[in-house]
């Protein structure tokens, strides 16, 4: 599962690049020595789930806040950094610990150094967009241009969080079955707080606790289905060891069939049309006389008592 590493960024950057936030997240936040997704459809699942639970947030932070609670996004984009930055590395080790057996770490070291520095990328790109809003509000003359700045970083931020959420820092280049794992581990320790302290958001509490829990079900459904579709299609295991591990390389896209052909005409067309090819002599000779003009195919023969019915 290690893997050669390549180039970090997954694509050419110029100084127009700037000027488009998500294209810089893409080639900074998916590297290319990330590996491809074995398994589309789950990929797919888990993009439709991140912008789902972008639209909810936000709708709770905007409406039922009672006005942008932008200082409490705020606060809550510090903690999931906190979060991710203590929970990921420790996840990683406990797996380590569980692969002693099978293996050592030295294969992986170049791997997980890749997934420790796009970690610690993420995490210093969203204190510094906190940072540069926070300096923004009381720049006075500056504010225009460090407010583009921050919201500069902030398109950034977010197309790189929908970067994460699918390779969840390449740790897929470690281990297949780490992405969905890590995903479960951090969704679920930002929403037990929650829980616990009973902040609903100022939802009631139904609403409160579907909206608390309706990001760790759904990710977590979503992981099982993911590590599921792995070890049956693939013998991708959570416990094994990465070197013991099948290589296994994206499914290949489908070749679409040859085209058509209708028959094509001949001089010498049957009740099916022509069945060779256009110009090619049929098989069979043309009906009629098969020998030369002129020419029979025995001598002609005399009566000996000569002719019965005279000259």
Known sequence: MAGSQGSWLSGTLTARSLLRPGEVARAVFHPAWIPDTLDPAVEKLKRA???????????????????????????????????????????????????????????????????????????????????????????????????????????????????????????????????????????????????VTGDLHGLSLTLGFLFVLGAPVTVTGIAVLEMRRLRSGYGIRLGAHPATLPRSAPPMPRTPPPPYVPPQGSSHPGPYGNLYAPGTPPPYPPPGNPYAPGAAPYPPQRNPYGNPYGS
Not at 79 to 91: G, H, I, M, N, Q
Not at 139 to 168: D, E, K, P, R
Not at 171 to 178: D, I, N
């Open 49 to 195: 789930r991140f912008i789902a639970g972008t639209v909810a947030a936000v709708g709770v932070y905007t409406f039922v806040e009672g006005g942008f609670a932008f200082e409490e996004m705020l606060g809550n984009m510090l903690t999931a950094s906190a979060v991710l930055l203590f929970v990921t590395p420790l996840t990683v080790g406990v797996m380590l610990y569980v692969w002693r057996r099978a293996g050592t770490v030295r294969d992986l070291r170049q791997p997980l150094l890749n997934s420790l520095k796009l970690l610690l990328a993420f995490v210093g790109t969203i204190v510094g967009t906190v940072v540069m809003w926070r300096v923004a509000a009381g720049s006075g003359l500056l504010v225009l241009v460090l407010g583009f700045v921050a919201l500069w970083l902030t398109w950034f931020v977010g197309h790189g969080a929908f970067q994460v959420s699918g390779n969840f820092f390449g740790t897929a280049a470690v281990h297949r079955c780490l992405p969905p794992l890590l995903a479960t581990v951090t969704t679920w320790l930002m929403a037990i707080p929650d829980l």
